[in-house]
């Protein structure tokens, strides 16, 4: 069983902030099988306001006036593809407030064959393990916890954006985080679901496929080539079986059509080689 702060689902409420850019599909999200948060997609703010902050970005203090927290969840993610402050692509703006920004994050994501709902998912599992690890306290669903170094672990700081395609293709919790967990006495069970629901995370089949071809172009050669050559054969099996089995009197016939044509030695030839 779970200790008694992580036996409880996490209810995460989230919300867009303008025109993401891109499609989200919130069912996917909403359908994605979890036993530690569940996320549904419930507001959407359609007009922003101007930005208020540097080099056209939106501030904390602005956020935090455009969405409101409810209580019937555990914390609040606001969604937005505009620059957040520092260029940050996660923000605490609220005590239960938080904001994901898609800028420049959407489109590292895509060019790496990722999808943007892997990611949010991706960020959920980051946010529900600093949220019990603190206790339940929303107020630290934030990147204290990150470390510099990109070690495909959920808590990479990823101060370079684009290392977010490492956490993002095949997250996982690397050993010191790992550690730090067992510290504020998750349960292990807790560690076991969240890496299993983190093998989840993946690339589609068909770029999973791509992936394996470019990495491994000699034994994709071979395996297509020999998938060639028993495709080939098993042809040439149903093709005897049915010739046999199945439809003998047709063959029997174009026989016949055939000796037919042919001088009485050599009809006599192939009525013997028939037999
Ligand atoms: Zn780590």
Redesign the pocket.
Known sequence: MFDRKDMQKIKIKLVTLGNLKYPVDFQFIKKWKSKIFSAEHLDQIQILPEMDGEKWSYTDKLLANLIKSDKNYDFTVGMINYRLEKNYYVRRVGKDLCMLSLYETAEIIHDANLTIENFIIRNLYEFCSIYLEYGRDASLVEYSVA?DET?S????MCGNKADLVFSTARPR??E??KARIMQSQLSNEFISNIEKELCRIRKSLYYRLTDFIKGNLILAITITSMSAILLSVIAKVIYDVFKSLLIPSLFQGEQQEKIQFLTPSQRQESLLKSE
């Open positions: 470390h070690r672990c959920l808590f990479d919790i690397c010191p985080c």
